[in-house]
T-cell receptor, first 111, second 118 residues
Framework: TQLLEQSPQFLSIQEGENLTVYCNSSSVFSSLQWYRQEPGEGPVLLVTVVTGGEVKKLKRLTFQFGDARKDSSLHITAAQPGDTGLYLCAGVETNAGKSTFGDGTTLTVKP | GAVVSQHPSWVICKSGTSVKIECRSLDFQATTMFWYRQFPKQSLMLMATSNEGSKATYEQGVEKDKFLINHASLTLSTLTVTSAHPEDSSFYIC??????????????FGPGTRLTVL
């Protein structure tokens, strides 16, 4: 059973556009991470959110954790070609000891 | 900080041979490491959780005799693919948790190992 649903699965946009990626679940997470992965490399941690309703910003990226800690979103403003990659959300259930990953969103930003 | 290395970065082997992949935490100690497998344009699939000094915990459907995991020290975990076959060809990634002053749930990933079995 897939605990984390990530959408959209694929996204192709022009440079300068805005986009939002969603990560939804019926489970409550003690924390949720967002990663970005480029082809042939391992995922790189972008952010961790732990508090319901929390908003974190990383330059043009804005991350939000749902009030109930069941969902999260990643918003990118004025996307650039360098933002191209696979974005993964990962949730950790309390006392689970391991992360559950979403299916990923493949983002392509065209110049 | 929180750097994880993997070796080798890629390997090509003949069917029937065994391949060992190393995962090291370079600047921190990791009591728990994770091994994932990833197919092209897909997400990560957890294979097993490696615990220092104890047996690994394998996910359902992952053959423990096929994928041997050894976590002999706080900085090193190894994954050995035994009697590899072409269907074992994949991108294998390890990760480790760094508990120093962090959330504790964050994982730091190695760069991955591309395995091709001929």
């Amino acid at each position: 059973t897939q605990l984390l649903e990530q959408s959209p699965q694929f996204l192709s946009i022009q440079e300068g556009e805005n986009l939002t990626v969603y990560c939804n679940s019926s489970s409550v997470f003690s924390s949720l991470q967002w990663y970005r992965q480029e082809p042939g490399e391992g995922p790189v941690l972008l952010v961790t959110v732990v508090t319901g309703g929390e908003v974190k910003k990383l330059k043009r990226l804005t991350f939000q954790f749902g009030d109930a800690r069941k969902d999260s979103s990643l918003h990118i403003t004025a996307a650039q070609p360098g933002d191209t990659g696979l974005y993964l959300c990962a949730g950790v259930e309390t006392n689970a000891g391991k992360s559950t990953f979403g299916d990923g969103t493949t983002l392509t930003v065209k110049p | 900080g929180a750097v994880v290395s993997q070796h080798p970065s890629w390997v090509i082997c003949k069917s029937g041979t065994s391949v060992k992949i190393e995962c090291r935490s370079l600047d921190f100690q990791a009591t728990t490491m994770f091994w994932y497998r990833q197919f092209p344009k897909q997400s990560l699939m957890l294979m097993a959780t490696s615990n220092e000094g104890s047996k690994a915990t394998y996910e359902q459907g992952v053959e423990k005799d096929k994928f041997l995991i050894n976590h002999a020290s706080l900085t090193l975990s190894t994954l050995t693919v035994t009697s590899a076959h072409p269907e074992d060809s994949s991108f294998y990634i390890c990760s480790a948790r760094d508990l120093r002053g962090r959330q504790g749930d964050e994982q730091f990933f190695g760069p991955g190992t591309r395995l091709t079995v001929l």
